[in-house]
């Protein structure tokens, strides 16, 4: 298996711009998790899925950001408009918890630098 | 907030001393797991330890968990170089919910 695929790796844009960032799961698993790492806040989870359906969003730091899962395959976090402090690095990961495994993959990671 | 609360925050060590870190907690857990992260890559899964076990081990890896103090602690033994890295706990929540909350994580630095 591939593992959790991100992309891209790198983004750099403009203030003001929207950004997409985007996740391929590991395929079979039933969680997808998205992150957000920073120095000063650490690792924070922004939002995650089961099944495709948003479980808890109350980590999104406020209406420019949204997350979408249109299949257990993709998933795809926007940042709209971007802002300087937007600048981070962006996880994504996924589990198989149908079975009671729990512990998460991560994918390599976006970092993001909004400029 | 933060659920875990790891300590040190940094520890630097000779290679083939042991490290320990310790992470602290506030709520009920179903699991507490480990994550190691190397610089600039993805967080990987190195251990879990359910919330009815007090111990547990993996190769050099030895996990300890103390439900009554919402503590565990993580002790690689021999270590070397390669496992210069940050450490973070992550707790599981009681209501099952796949959701982790991860601590700030420790950095260990193994000088050769």
């Known amino acids: 298996d591939a593992g959790v695929i991100q992309s891209p790796r790198h983004e750099v844009t403009e203030m003001g711009q929207e950004v997409t960032l985007r996740c391929k799961p590991i395929?079979?698993?039933?969680?997808l998790f998205w992150y957000r790492q920073t120095m000063m806040r650490g690792l924070e989870l922004l939002i995650y899925?089961?099944?495709?359906?948003?479980?808890?969003d109350s980590g999104m730091p406020e209406d420019r950001f949204s997350a979408k899962m249109p299949n257990a395959s993709f998933s795809t976090l926007k940042i709209q408009p971007s802002e300087p402090r937007d600048s981070a690095v962006y996880f994504c990961a996924s589990s198989l918890n149908s079975g009671r495994s729990y512990e998460q993959y991560f994918g390599p990671g976006t970092r993001l630098t909004v400029t | 907030s933060q659920q875990g609360e790891e300590d040190p925050q940094a520890l630097s060590i000779q290679e083939g001393e042991n490290a320990t870190m310790n992470c602290s907690y506030k709520t009920s857990i179903n699991n507490l797991q480990w994550y190691r992260q190397n610089s600039g890559r993805g967080l990987v899964h190195l251990i879990l330890?359910?919330?009815?076990?007090r111990e547990k081990h993996s190769g050099r890896l030895r996990v300890t968990l103390d439900t009554s103090k919402k503590s565990s602690s993580l002790l690689i033994t021999a270590s070397r170089a390669a496992d210069t890295a940050s450490y973070f706990c992550a707790t599981g929540g009681s209501s099952n919910t796949g959701k982790l909350i991860f601590g700030q994580g420790t950095t260990l630095q193994v000088k050769p």
């Open positions: 395929s079979g698993h039933d969680y």
């Open positions: 330890i359910r919330s009815n076990e």
């Open positions: 899925f089961n099944n495709n359906v948003p479980i808890d």
